[in-house]
T-cell receptor, first 112, second 115 residues
Framework: KQEVTQIPAALSVPEGENLVLNCSFT??????LQWFRQDPGKGLTSLLL?????REQTSGRLNASLDKSSGRSTLYIAASQPGDSATYLC???????????FGKGTTLSVSS | ETGVTQSPTHLIKTRGQQVTLRCSSQ?????VSWYQQALGQGPQFIFQ???????GRGNFPPRFSGLQFPNYSSELNVNALELDDSALYLC??????????????FGPGTRLTVL
């Protein structure tokens, strides 16, 4: 059964810092992993999708890596800005490939 | 390209009532999944619909049911509402030839409050 864990649960940083959010998953037989952003009370915005054949995926200041052997993914945010303040969720497919299993998220606060 | 839309935005019901939530999938997508997100938690998978049939279900009781229509839009129905059903309900659509998980795109959600 796939389980996803994210640490830390919350993170506060000053503007301009580079930071890393961590995600671990128990079932390494995944074919992709997805990172999302969620603003308070809103839906999820897809940030990055990493296929199992890839080790990294980049979009602007965001870089996500995937290491299936260790069951870990990281989301790297460069030069953080106050507009980056949100909850970041990672999600991996379940064994049947019919659903995404989510972590509880990391709530990021970037102060100016 | 039209994104995923959901209606209504907010809903208040009382315990024991029934509710129907609606979702229109993104253009070109044929698979719809529903998730429940309680406050402070990650979304929990309810079920997925592909080709108008349920294609997977999470740990939710039968009073949670759904439909998918020929235009790939979908409904989530919840009967006999309980206080714990209060949550943000998220719909996600994806494009798949087999119904498996590809990149999912989420709607803005429906906030359900049960009193």
């Amino acid at each position: 059964k796939q389980e996803v864990t994210q640490i830390p649960a919350a993170l506060s940083v000053p503007e301009g810092e580079n930071l890393v959010l961590n995600c671990s998953f128990t079932d390494s037989a995944i074919y992709n992993l997805q990172w999302f952003r969620q603003d308070p009370g809103k839906g999820l915005t897809s940030l990055l999708l990493i296929q199992s054949s890839q080790r990294e995926q980049t979009s602007g200041r965001l870089n996500a890596s995937l290491d299936k052997s260790s069951g870990r993914s990281t989301l790297y945010i460069a030069a953080s800005q106050p507009g980056d303040s949100a909850t970041y969720l990672c999600a991996a497919p379940n064994q049947a490939g019919t659903a995404l299993i989510f972590g509880k998220g990391t709530t990021l606060s970037v102060s100016s | 390209e039209t994104g995923v839309t959901q209606s209504p935005t907010h809903l208040i019901k009382t315990r024991g009532q029934q509710v129907t939530l609606r979702c229109s999938s993104q253009s070109g997508h044929n698979t719809v999944s529903w998730y429940q997100q309680a406050l402070g938690q990650g979304p929990q998978f309810i079920f997925q619909y592909y080709r108008e049939e349920e294609n997977g279900r999470g740990n939710f009781p039968p009073r949670f049911s759904g439909l998918q229509f020929p235009n790939y839009s979908s409904e989530l129905n919840v009967n006999a509402l309980e206080l714990d059903d209060s949550a943000l309900y998220l719909c996600a659509s994806s494009k798949s030839g087999t119904g498996g998980i590809n990149e999912q795109f989420f709607g803005p959600g429906t906030r359900l409050t049960v009193l």
